[in-house]
């Protein structure tokens, strides 16, 4: 098992995990039948935060190969994605008049349903997109895909192919990278002189303060905020210039970067600095009291479930995200409480929960199930499935929603 032992931004010497999770199966290795449930691996998931940069990281690497061999997430199945990709690039093709000239690559592409958005704005566009079936979905709807994990090599030979890129995009695959200065030397050999890097991660702030320890599961090595961001652009001649909220994902944050100098740095950024450093984190004691958090909310949570199975309630979960695994593996006297999940992804559906093993099922197959209660495990979809499933509260069913507190709706 590789394990870090310095910090992978500023090789600084990494201090013992504040939260440690255990050992836990990676989240997104659903399995397909009961024959599989001996041979499941488990590794372990624990948060180590530098004293240096403040980079907040798993200390244990699960090889990529392993890691997204299985790769399901299809980002079309949420509205919320589409219709959050149409406003993110009509306000970057505002912004930098993109045209036929330009090129849009997007890395981690998934199905193209981004890029689509920019293709509309006139943009030339490119995925690299590493899952095989996922690309082939990608160019069935027209958006040109490199099966590839994105190194410093690969984006030598793809801009010597496609020319240079006026806008990288990354939503939610910054984290995923161990070798973040491989990265941004990638980076800087294919953004043209004046371009824009686009960098969409789950913010640490939001993190911490809704108590989102869920989003913790291997595929997601870096936990990210300013403070670190900074550092590592500093290294390879880049500054971060703007960031944005991102109303998706728990709260995520858009980071605009550009080569130092280039651009303008927002008012945004610097009152956004300032929160960070007195909502304190860049302080170690942050994380010990974050730590705490999570403990007592495990106490509650079971607890909350525990009475009111014995009250008589039945449980279904919805949303079979990695989350939900993360979640479940934690507490595993709840995810004995569920009789399924529902999930609206075909590929999910008829595949058992890594670790925990509870049955994943089509979004409406709770008319048949019985449920009185749907813990919703896909929170930061909350409002989208509440109405979705408005027809279970019709008939009496209730909500809960575990994060940040347990609540019942
Ligand atoms: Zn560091």
């Known amino acids: 098992m590789p394990a870090h032992s310095r910090c992978r931004i500023c090789a600084t010497p990494l201090p013992e995990p504040f939260l440690d999770l255990g050992e836990m199966p990676l989240a997104n290795a659903f399995l397909s039948s009961a024959e599989e449930f001996p041979l499941e691996k488990s590794y372990p998931l624990a948060v180590s935060a530098c004293p240096q940069c403040s980079l907040v990281q798993l200390n244990f690497v699960v090889p990529p190969e392993i890691l997204y061999r299985h790769y399901l997430y299809v980002s079309s199945t949420s509205e919320a994605v589409g219709r959050y990709a149409a406003t993110l690039a009509s306000e970057v093709g505002a912004r930098r008049r993109l045209g036929k000239k330009d090129l849009v690559v997007e890395l981690g592409s998934n199905d193209g349903l ?58 939610h695959v910054f984290a995923h990278i161990d070798n973040l200065h491989d990265f941004f030397r990638a980076v800087a050999h294919w953004l ?169 099922v089509s979004a409406e197959a709770w008319r048949k199930d019985g449920a009185t209660h749907m813990l919703i495990l896909a929170w930061n979809f909350k409002e989208e499935i509440l109405a979705q499933m408005r027809p279970f509260a019709e008939r009496g069913g209730r909500f809960l929603v575990p994060i940040p507190r347990p609540e019942l709706i």
Request: aromatic share 8%.
């Open 114 to 171: 981004v890029l689509q958005a920019f293709q509309r704005q006139g943009a030339r566009v490119l995925g690299v997109e590493p899952a095989r079936n996922i690309a082939a979905v990608a160019r069935e709807r027209g958006i040109p895909t490199a099966e590839e994990f994105f190194t410093e090599a690969a984006a030598r030979r793809l801009a010597a192919e496609e020319g240079k890129a006026s806008v990288i995009l990354g939503r």
């Open 192 to 360: 043209a002189p004046e371009g824009t890097l686009l960098i969409e991660v789950p913010y640490l702030g939001n993190l911490l303060a809704q108590l989102e320890f869920d989003t913790i599961y291997h595929e997601h090595l870096s936990y990210l905020s300013l403070r670190p961001v900074m550092e590592l652009c500093a290294r390879h001649g880049f500054e971060l210039t703007d960031t944005s909220p991102v109303p998706l994902h728990g709260g995520s944050l858009l980071f605009s970067i550009h080569r130092t100098g280039t651009a303008k740095t927002t008012e945004r950024l610097n009152r956004m600095w300032k929160a960070e450093a007195e909502n304190g984190l860049h302080r170690m004691e942050t994380f010990a009291g974050f730590a705490q958090r999570v403990a007592r909310w495990k106490e509650a949570f079971e607890g909350l479930i525990a009475s009111l199975g014995s009250a008589g309630a039945r449980f279904v979960g919805y949303g079979a995200a990695a989350k939900a695994n993360t979640l479940l593996n934690f507490c595993p006297s709840v995810a004995q409480q569920l009789t399924a999940i529902l999930d609206r992804n075909p590929l999910k559906q008829g595949s058992y929960t890594p670790g925990t093993h509870v049955p994943v």
